[in-house]
């Protein structure tokens, strides 16, 4: 139908996300100012924005009423209400405790709530409503991640006009662990109503292509999914990566420097620095991580007056059971390996449980011998582009082959982290392998990064889209 021309105002690209690009900080007067979110996805953002101005469409943080529209850094937030019974029933349920879990080969039991499926539909037809409202006609939209699989759907039906991406930053599944989700064949209808699909990897996208032809009344042919009213859907694989020229200046900064060769200072000037940086995630790997660490400093292959291993794991989830559960197996673990190996006035394995500044965090990486990736299942996972971002030619990575970075970066030292005598080889090889077999190893990485960074990631986004076939043939 005729495209409903909203009486506001409006835009030529609409972002929809879960979180809105923003976090709020109260001040000492009580008053509320918004800081913009770290992380490259905003960067990559304003950087397709090219001058262009557009609408970010998402949850502002706090349950409750939503704040009013505001402009930041000419991006025109609009946020989107979400009660406390939206936030436990669409976010921490459906989201993070039946739709995660599925997405990522069931580490844990997925949970099935009717309950947490209405909510999702209410909350998604809710942000299908606010991008109706300020897109403008013929819009660019671009929907991101597992919480708003039905916004291509709803937003089709409400404006036939617009042109509709949806980019999932985690893993697709397997159909046969899809399969079990209750009203499995709606979240594929809602994603559908999309005009192209991104995925981290190309076996994601053939998940997705295979569930379609399994489970739907639709033709796939190659890359593309033919539905019976003539529309045609493409999915295919566009791997998110780091602000690379970014990340490089700031790892360049004399006081970034400085604040690396501090920390190795304080950590007591050690010979290796291992470090992991993770959302304490169930899947992250980080049981599979210090149990290794743990039998090498047991078995005497590590020594810890040479050797820290220092753990950032970013409070994530905590009201969910799965998180607290693991917090408290992680936590047990840590202070076992620290009471049996720690020497008196050092830590065999520093754990910091909170988060820090940017800034900090690349020095962190700068200071850093070997990075150990180490998930079960991760879509891609940033912070091993951002190490390697953040190393000239020094530096190495031990990473888990079921990352989506495991694709581009085939240079690191790959592993099976389930595997526990392997990841054991595989972390002192990394440490001891000669600094020429790091160089070469950390350049070819370089060089993958450099050019596939989080700008190009964007741009190859938003072409497939503007590519994609938009209406059947004879619709024009
Ligand atoms: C999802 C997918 C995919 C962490 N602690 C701090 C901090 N971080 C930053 C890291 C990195 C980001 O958070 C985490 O990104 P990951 O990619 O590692 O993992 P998820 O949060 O699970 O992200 C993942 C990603 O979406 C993008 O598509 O790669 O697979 O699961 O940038 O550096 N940043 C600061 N302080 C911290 O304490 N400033």
């Not at 059971?321 to 693991?326: K, V």
Request: hydrophobic share 40%.
């Amino acid at each position: 139908g005729d495209p409903q021309v909203p009486a506001q105002r409006t835009f030529d690209l609409v972002i929809a996300a879960n979180r809105l690009p923003v976090d709020a900080v109260t001040g000492a007067d009580g008053k509320i100012t918004w800081r913009r979110s770290p992380g490259g996805l905003v960067t990559a953002m304003e950087s397709v924005m090219h001058g262009r101005e557009g609408a970010w469409v998402g949850w502002a943080g706090e349950p409750g009423k939503a704040p009013r529209a505001f402009t930041q850094n000419s991006m025109h937030l609009r946020p989107v209400r979400l009660d406390q019974d939206d936030v436990v029933d669409y976010y921490e349920g459906q989201s993070n405790d039946c739709l995660w879990p599925i997405y990522h080969d069931a580490i844990v039991p997925a949970k099935f709530r009717r309950r947490w499926r209405t909510a999702y539909e209410r909350v998604n037809t809710r942000f299908a409503e606010q991008v109706a409202k300020v897109a403008a006609p013929g819009a660019t939209v671009w929907v991101h991640d597992y919480q708003l699989q039905l916004v291509p759907a709803l937003l089709r039906k409400l404006r036939s006009d617009v042109r509709i991406g949806w980019f999932n930053h985690i893993p697709f599944p397997p159909v046969e662990l899809f399969m079990q989700m209750p009203g499995r064949e709606g979240i594929l209808e809602g994603l559908l109503g999309a005009d192209f699909l991104g995925f981290q990897r190309k076996p994601d996208a053939a998940n997705f292509l295979r569930a379609c032809r399994g489970l739907l009344d639709v033709t796939v042919r190659g890359d593309v999914v033919h539905l019976p009213d003539g529309r045609s859907v493409r999915a295919s694989a566009v791997p998110i990566s780091v602000d690379y020229n970014g990340l490089r200046e700031l790892a360049g900064d004399p006081a970034v420097q400085q604040r690396a060769a501090e920390i190795r200072e304080q950590l007591g000037d050690p010979k290796h620095i291992l470090l992991g940086v993770d959302r304490l995630d169930y899947t992250k790997g980080l049981r599979h991580r210090l149990k290794a660490y743990g039998e090498l400093l047991q078995s005497g292959d590590l020594d810890p007056s040479e050797t820290v291993f220092v753990q950032v794991a970013t409070p994530s989830r905590e009201r969910l059971a799965a998180y607290r559960e693991l917090r408290g197996q992680v936590e047990l673990e840590v202070g076992r390996i620290n009471g049996e190996h720690s020497p008196i006035g050092s830590t065999a394995l520093t754990y910091l449980h909170r988060s820090f500044p940017r800034t900090e965090m690349v020095a962190l990486f700068a200071a850093a011998d070997v990075l150990i990736v180490t998930p079960l299942r991760d879509g891609m996972n940033l912070v091993a582009k951002e190490y390697v971002a953040c190393h000239a030619d020094d530096g190495a990575i031990v990473l888990s082959e079921f990352t989506g970075a495991a694709d581009e970066l085939s240079r690191a030292y790959l592993c099976n982290p389930h595997d526990i005598d392997k990841l054991k080889q595989t972390i002192l090889q990394a440490m001891h392998d000669p600094p020429g077999e790091h160089r070469r190893r950390m350049r070819s990485m370089r060089r993958t990064v450099m050019t596939n960074d989080v700008q190009h990631w964007a741009e190859d986004f938003l072409t497939n889209l503007q590519a994609a076939p938009h209406k059947p043939k004879g619709h024009r």
